[in-house]
């Protein structure tokens, strides 16, 4: 159990652990109350659609009575037709009542540690500046990439794992992960292929 001190305020003791097919109905509903319906039209999703998050880097967090109260999911990408290989973190969600008290920050700590692991080369996001400096993204990095859709392009950010990666990579992003081979079942498990 991770517990975390953010401006005085004590968040309450939760855990990361790797999601699993049976958390897709409480994820969804988090992100619906986090998010909305408008989150399903942002250029993100567009890459994110009829696919599977990256092998091994879809992550929650539960509190100690087992409610997921966040979640994380990293998604692989190509960086323009026949570009390098990287991830697109989003969506980060976390319980209204529970914004700003660190299980976001544990959750992007957590998710690019394994990203990093996994070996693999950069992570782009469109989200907040301010919030995502702190672990290293930056828009300078994005100058010659763009996004499959309209966005605001100082909230397109990347960080390097491997520094330069993106020094030569130009084009518009393409879904390049694996596509849900269907899905079947009552609790709307996901096969994937």
Known sequence: MTQAVVGGALAPAFSILCETAHDEI???ALLERVMGPKRRLKSSEALRRDRVPAEGLAFVARDADGFM???????DVRLGEGGP?????GPLAVETALAGRGVGAALMRHALAEARRLE???????????????FGFSASLTGALA??????????QALEFRPGVLAGASGTLEASGRLI?????????????
């Open 26 to 28: 409480e994820r969804e």
């Open 85 to 89: 290989a990287a991830l697109l973190l």
């Open 120 to 134: 693999h080369a950069a992570v782009l996001l469109v989200g907040d500046a301010a919030y995502y400096e702190r």
């Open 147 to 156: 996004m499959p859709g309209p966005y605001e392009a100082e909230r397109f």
């Open 181 to 193: 081979a269907a899905r079947a079942g009552a609790h709307g498990r996901v096969a994937q292929g």
């Open 69 to 75: 109260i966040g979640s994380v999911r990293l998604w």
